[in-house]
């Protein structure tokens, strides 16, 4: 079993950033890979950015790239997303993702853990 807990999100304006933890308990993250997706209100999930864990490989969507980092800290068995910019667009609640085949261009069917979420608001 693995637990994740987000933290970090919050209400802010556009253009400022927050960072977004996500850490993990149980089984540690050796060889999986961890992702950040999103759900903003009517919307479907989305991905949004994915580390795997030894390579520190990442993927961005589109619509964060150049805006958004992921990374990790190995011995506090933790991801971060640093969110810079922020965009009205980017409101949404942000979950974590484990994937322990350890692809990090994951997809929901590839999610095997899900943390439960933080809101992230951000206003024009």
């Known amino acids: 079993q693995v637990q994740l807990v987000e933290s970090g999100g919050g209400l802010v304006q556009a253009g400022d950033s927050l960072r977004l933890s996500c850490a993990a308990s149980?089984?540690?993250?050796?060889?999986?890979?961890v992702g950040w997706f999103r759900q903003a209100p009517g919307k479907e999930r989305e991905f949004v950015a994915g580390?795997?864990?030894?390579?520190?490989?990442?993927i961005y969507a589109e619509s964060v790239k150049g805006r958004f980092t992921i990374s990790r800290d190995m011995p506090k068995n933790t991801v971060y997303l640093q969110m810079d910019s922020l965009k009205p667009e980017d409101t949404a609640v942000y979950y974590c993702?484990?994937?322990?085949?350890?692809?990090?261009?994951?997809?929901?069917?590839?999610?095997?853990?899900w943390g439960q979420g933080t809101q992230v608001t951000v206003s024009s």
């Open positions: 149980g089984r540690t993250f050796s060889s999986y890979a």
């Open positions: 993702a484990v994937d322990l085949s350890g692809r990090y261009r994951m997809t929901m069917k590839d999610v095997d853990y």
């Open positions: 580390i795997s864990w030894y390579g520190g490989s990442t």
